[in-house]
């Protein structure tokens, strides 16, 4: 079941940055679609997550990498 969950992640990103990398070069930005491939890959991500029990993890890592953007553009001012 796991490998499914990481090789679902992996499906996802390379499908993102296929359709990034596609419309970024032809000049044809579909944001649609590529909103459509970040909503996949969100969800491939939140599955792997659930699956590997790292909620909290991830929770305190979101709070860790808000703080340290906080502190940076406090000292950029």
Do not use: T
């Not at 459509?36 to 979101?62: C, F, P, R, S, T």
């Amino acid at each position: 079941m796991i490998d499914e969950v990481f090789g679902r992640v992996f499906e996802e990103m390379a499908e993102l940055e296929f359709e990034i990398c596609k419309h970024y070069f032809r000049g044809k930005a579909n944001k649609l679609l590529i909103a459509h491939e970040i909503a996949d890959v969100w969800q491939a991500i939140q599955n792997l997550v659930e699956q590997l029990g790292i909620e909290q993890e991830v929770q305190l890592a979101k709070k860790e990498l808000e703080e340290y953007e906080i502190k940076r553009k406090e000292a950029k001012s």
